[in-house]
Structure formats: structure tokens, C-alpha cells
């Protein structure tokens, strides 16, 4: 058995990479699909409206944990031989769409329907009504729960570990099972969590709060 000591602690800080990398790839990959499926599902093409409908119930209705089960376990099935490093960052590039689409679709409704009028009386088909007058004023709005579902992104890379990707969680697994120090090693991987998520919790409401205080002008 190991002592717990500087070594260990650098281990499990130096995991932190994985973490974060892999929460960037997620939430790059999310921000593409959350942004296919919100134009999805406000879509004039019922079609769209529907796929884009099951996407989200699929992947909002299942727990994360069973979709990269799911992503890890059935792509050999498949044929694809995929290792928890691409198995962890699709199943939760998935997720992300998801989320982040239904997230955006509420944003782009609230869009005051005055301005979805006023862009159709200019005459701007749908492309240019989007892209020049609704999204943008959907991506103010749609910041701060952005913001705020980062933390939750970046809290689900946990689950990766299960999978056997040695990202932050992992990292503390390994570390505890050398060591039989469960309080002290969980304890500083929650402290590191907490660490990179709390500013970016502080960051969401104060974009929160500086919105709320615009639409009162």
C-alpha cells in the first residue's frame, strides 16, 4: 500500500487535462448539434420538427451513464472498435446536442414574434430572417444557461470513468485503490471539480443577472 502524498495529488491534478479536454470536445461537438437540432425544431419542415422532437426525448429520456454504454459497448457490434477516449466524447457530444438544442429551440421562440413579423414584412427569407435578425438576438439570451449547462457537461465527464477513460474521477479511483485513502483522495477530487466548475457557476448568474437587469431598462 502507498502513502498519499505529493505524487498522488499530481497525479490526480494533472488529470484535470482529460477533464477539460474532453469537456471541450463535447461541448464543441454539442454546440454543432444543439444548433442543427434548435433549427430543427423550429423549422418549418414538419418532417425536421419530429426527427429533431425524438432526438431530444432519446437522449434527454436515457440516463447518461446507459448512453455511453451504449456508444462503448454496441459500436464492436457494429464493427467499430472505438476506445473510451472516442467512445466517452461521442456519447457526450450527443448528450450536449440535445440538451443544448432544446436549451437554443426555447431561446429562438423567445425571440419576440414582432421581430420574426418584421424580418418576413423586409421580405428576408427564412436563411436570412436567422441568421440576421433571430439568431442573434437568441444568442444573447441563450448565454447564460449556455454557460450554465457547461457546468453540467463538465460535472457528466465523470461518468467516462466507468468506461475506463482516465480523466479526473479515474484518476482519483486509481489513486484510492493504491492507497486505501478514499476521504483524502475523493475529498481533493471534488475540491478540483468544485474549482473549475464554481466560476463558471458565478459566470452564468451574472450574465443571468445582467440580462434580467437589460430587459428592465
Given at each position: 500500500?502507498?502513502?498519499?502524498?505529493?505524487?498522488?495529488?499530481?497525479?490526480?491534478?494533472?488529470?484535470?487535462?482529460?477533464?477539460?479536454?474532453?469537456?471541450?470536445?463535447?461541448?464543441?461537438?454539442?454546440i454543432?448539434?444543439?444548433?442543427?437540432?434548435?433549427l430543427?425544431?423550429?423549422s418549418?419542415?414538419k418532417?425536421?420538427?419530429?426527427?429533431?422532437?425524438a432526438?431530444?426525448?432519446?437522449?434527454?429520456?436515457?440516463?447518461?451513464?446507459?448512453?455511453?454504454?451504449?456508444v462503448?459497448?454496441?459500436?464492436?457490434?457494429?464493427?467499430?472498435?472505438l476506445?473510451?477516449?472516442?467512445?466517452?466524447?461521442?456519447a457526450?457530444?450527443?448528450?450536449?446536442s440535445?440538451?443544448?438544442?432544446?436549451?437554443?429551440?426555447?431561446?429562438?421562440?423567445?425571440?419576440?414574434?414582432?421581430?420574426?413579423?418584421?424580418?418576413?414584412?423586409?421580405?428576408?427569407?427564412?436563411?436570412?430572417?436567422?441568421r440576421?435578425?433571430?439568431?442573434?438576438?437568441?444568442?444573447?439570451?441563450?448565454?447564460?444557461?449556455?454557460?450554465?449547462f457547461?457546468?453540467?457537461?463538465?460535472?457528466?465527464?465523470?461518468?467516462?470513468?466507468i468506461?475506463?477513460?482516465?480523466?479526473?474521477?479515474?484518476?482519483?479511483?486509481?489513486?484510492?485503490n493504491?492507497?486505501?485513502?478514499?476521504?483524502?483522495?475523493?475529498?481533493?477530487?471534488?475540491?478540483v471539480?468544485?474549482?473549475?466548475c464554481?466560476p463558471?457557476?458565478l459566470?452564468?448568474?451574472?450574465?443571468?443577472?445582467?440580462?434580467?437587469?437589460?430587459l428592465?431598462r
Amino acid at each position: 500500500m502507498r502513502e498519499f502524498g505529493i505524487n498522488e495529488v499530481w497525479f490526480i491534478v494533472a488529470a484535470v487535462r482529460w477533464t477539460l479536454l474532453l469537456s471541450i470536445i463535447a461541448f464543441a461537438g454539442g454546440i454543432v448539434g444543439g444548433l442543427v437540432i434548435a433549427l430543427s425544431r423550429t423549422s418549418e419542415i414538419k418532417a425536421l420538427r419530429v426527427a429533431a422532437m425524438a432526438f431530444i426525448q432519446v437522449f434527454q429520456g436515457t440516463p447518461l451513464l446507459m448512453q455511453l454504454f451504449l456508444v462503448f459497448f454496441g459500436a464492436p457490434l457494429l464493427g467499430w472498435d472505438l476506445n473510451p477516449w472516442v467512445a466517452a466524447a461521442i456519447a457526450l457530444m450527443l448528450n450536449a446536442s440535445a440538451f443544448l438544442g432544446e436549451i437554443w429551440r426555447g431561446c429562438i421562440q423567445a425571440v419576440p414574434r414582432g421581430q420574426w413579423e418584421a424580418a418576413e414584412a423586409l421580405g428576408l427569407h427564412y436563411k436570412s430572417r436567422m441568421r440576421f435578425v433571430v439568431l442573434p438576438q437568441a444568442f444573447k439570451i441563450a448565454l447564460p444557461p449556455t454557460v450554465g449547462f457547461l457546468v453540467q457537461l463538465i460535472k457528466g465527464t465523470s461518468l467516462a470513468a466507468i468506461i475506463g477513460f482516465v480523466e479526473l474521477t479515474r484518476a482519483g479511483q486509481i489513486i484510492n485503490n493504491a492507497t486505501f485513502e478514499p476521504f483524502l483522495v475523493f475529498g481533493l477530487v471534488a475540491a478540483v471539480y468544485f474549482v473549475l466548475c464554481w466560476p463558471l457557476s458565478l459566470l452564468a448568474a451574472r450574465m443571468e443577472r445582467r440580462y434580467a437587469a437589460a430587459l428592465a431598462r
